[in-house]
């Protein structure tokens, strides 16, 4: 089954011009909410359009389910062991009317939606940034991908997070985080001179940098909101697993985010990732 994982990879590369491309004259707001209850912007529901008519297309997905949509679409009739695919169509979305950084995440499951991240086979992001780049976890080895003109080229391989960690990023507004975290922040990584402060408001953009140059991602657990805000199945399971296939440490604050066990398909969860050595010592200051 692995070309269906290659060619969903494919398709998604195949996509990602058009949805660069797509981007202008589609920075208004539409009306509608998505189902976690965020404002849509017409980029959203063109790149979710594109991506859910072209890998429902590919034989041997028997599902997709979008950040953007209540519902599972399934396919036409599907064998038993096809795939099932989460689509974050367009993270950072609301970076488009500042011209930031934005991307497309994919998860690729071996069961049912939802499903615990322990059942990817597959998760990548797109970033639209200076260039399009993909990077791809299979079978835990990461691959960065120049997309040109809908190719994906391979420009980097064994893609590991470093161990030194050197940039951070935590989301969320620092009144509203929990003691725990406030403190982590303060005293293991703003007393460090070594780590500087990386966040631009797309994960896929801030995770890359985390990739490329070490240390930690974190939408974190809110006083507001205890869960966060980011989605199990299509940012925080494919983003998890990209980390861990490249050797870094996912953590919702206690366990790996490829365990959580999902009980709805939006279902939030707080996020930690990053080099291994910083996450584990943030789950210990949240123990
Ligand atoms: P949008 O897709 O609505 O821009 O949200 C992006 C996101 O889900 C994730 O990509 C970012 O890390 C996070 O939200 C940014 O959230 P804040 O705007 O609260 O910092």
Known sequence: ??????????????????????????????????????QMLAADRYADQLLEERLLAIDGVASYASEERADVVHAEGSSADAYHVAVDPLDGSSNLKSNNAMGT??????????????????????LYGPITTMTAAVHEEVTEYVI???????????????????????????????DDVERFVREEIESDDSIKLRYGGAMIADVNQVVTYGGVFS??????APEGKLRVQFEGN??????????GKSSNGEQSLLSVEPTELHQRTPVYVGTTSLIERLEAALA
Do not use: C, K
Not at 219 to 224: D, F, T, V
């Open 105 to 126: 995440i994919v998860g690729v499951y071996d069961e049912p939606l939802p499903a615990r991240g322990e059942h990817l086979v597959a998760g990548a992001y797109v």
């Open 219 to 224: 939408y974190p657990e809110l006083q507001s």
């Open 148 to 178: 040109d003109d809908g190719e994906r080229r391979v420009d980097r391989e064994g893609v590991t997070v470093p161990d030194d960690p050197t940039v951070y990023g935590f989301g969320g507004r620092v009144p509203d985080w929990t």
């Open 238 to 247: 494919p983003i998890g697993y990209i980390i861990e296939s490249a050797g």
């Open 1 to 38: 089954m692995s070309e269906v994982v290659d060619r969903v990879l494919d398709v998604v590369a195949e996509t990602a011009p058009e949805v660069r491309e797509g981007l202008v004259g589609r920075r208004e707001y539409e009306t509608s909410e998505n189902p976690s209850g965020e």
